[in-house]
């Protein structure tokens, strides 16, 4: 599992960052690393690209895992850097930033926008295969999650959206109950299909989500 | 030709609906024009429900047109922009109001209509949605309310019998039918073999089948529906037929064509009846009923 990130436009970046002068990187070494969003590499560019629009970097980090308490750690290490910038730039998902913004008493700023939790099905190929609806149907479905992998999120079968196996939304697209027939076809479990799904409960579990573990 | 779809559904005359679009802005007066033409030539008039997912003035709106000008409409609703409560407040209003023909859709998508970045809602789904009309008629809502005056409806769904592959689509029409789909119209057919095909199939089911007759305007059109449209299959002999006559000629040849199909459609009682999709032609609806010997 991976949380996707995308770097927003550069212009965007430098609107959050008007009237800081004076700027902290923070990236993160495990998803955004591997998305190549918020790396050594990236954060490094992005050092090269601040001071090309005359920001002073004052300092960066890749915290190991910017989503847990590893964050706390890494700014108290670079403290100084820290209260000598006027804000944290954060290269990595929402999550860490997110985190960040809990131990520092500066403005944090967001590099990337976080797209999707999902799976590297190829190298560099990342794919949304769960949409954390908080009600799993797979089971039913042949493993295939429709609230993620139908562009509508349909529970009940394909729409009239649907042509030779591909999405109307996007002809590269597989249709998600095209997948989910064959594999339950392959199964002979099609009676799932049959099967009526009532409407779902979208407060099954409401926002923010919480969850205590005794 | 004002009395109930229902009852001209169950009269077992061939049913004739067509229908017409809502104006992207207040100006309504080609659709009334369009109303005032179609009325009573069909049986009933769809109202379309921001189709292709393109913002226009509201489906219910031009159904309380027709219903003012004496015809009888057939109110559209789409799953895309409204969630639960807002779809079943819009069939108690309908209900008021007279509109007892409702076709529950599941929408298009968003991005390939005019309003992009906009939140698909999809709450609920076309079968849910065909549902939910059941359960209303019997006094209750979503909520497991009662409701203070029920609603009545004939109630109706959508098919594609040319899509591939073919079963997904068969089992979603059977669940329709099971959630209480009095009619369906379908999506556009073109070859009347494989129709009569699905129609050997479909006849085994308790409900009404209006066969959706999109008219041909060009060759081009045909081929771009042929290569685009979900579910759209126009055989090359009817491009070819298309395309043998002057491009000023070729919507005389649609006309032609669609009143051929219809006609045959009628002659050999393969289905009950023909929903006509002119797709901004409406005007000339009429012709195709006069092609078809209607």
Known sequence: ?214 | MASSFKEVLNSGKFVITSEVAPPKGTNLEKTLRHIELLKDKVDAINVTDHQSSVMRFPSIGGCLAIKEKGGEPILQMTCRDRNRLALQAELLFASSRGINNVLCLTGDAVPVGDHKEAKGVFDLDSLQLLKTVRLMESGQDLGGNDLDGAVEFCAGATVTPEANPIEPQLIKFEKKVEAGAEFFQTQGIYDLDNFAKFMEYARQFPVKILAGIILLSSARMAKFMTANVPGIFVPQSMIDELATVPKEEMLNKGIEIAGRMIAALKKDSICDGVHIMAIGKEEVVPDILAAAGL
């Open chain 1, 1 to 214: 599992m991976k949380s996707i990130t995308k770097q927003k436009p550069f212009d965007e970046i430098k609107g959050q960052l008007a009237g800081f002068d004076r700027i902290f990187i923070a990236g993160c070494g495990t998803c955004a690393t591997m998305t190549k969003t918020g790396g050594v590499e990236q954060v490094l560019e992005m050092k090269s690209q601040l001071q090309e629009i005359d920001k002073l970097v004052s300092g960066w980090t890749v915290i190991p895992i910017a989503c847990d308490e590893m964050s706390e750690v890494a700014m108290k290490e670079n403290d100084r850097a820290i209260q000598n910038s006027n804000c944290v730039l954060v290269m990595s998902c929402a999550l860490g930033v997110h985190r960040i913004s809990t131990y520092i008493d500066r403005p944090v700023i967001p590099a990337l926008d976080t797209l999707f939790i999902g799976v590297e099905d190829t190298p560099g190929y990342f794919h949304e295969v769960c949409a954390q609806c908080g009600q799993c149907i797979i089971g039913e479905t042949a493993g295939i999650c429709p609230i993620t992998a139908c562009h509508k999120g349909l529970v009940n079968g394909p729409c009239g959206g649907t042509n030779n196996g591909k999405c109307e939304v996007d002809k590269e697209k597989d249709c998600a109950w095209t997948l989910i027939y064959e594999r339950l076809k392959a199964q002979n479990r099609l009676d799932l299909m049959r099967k009526y799904q009532p409407p779902r409960n979208f407060q099954a579990s409401p926002r923010p989500r919480t969850v205590k573990i005794s």
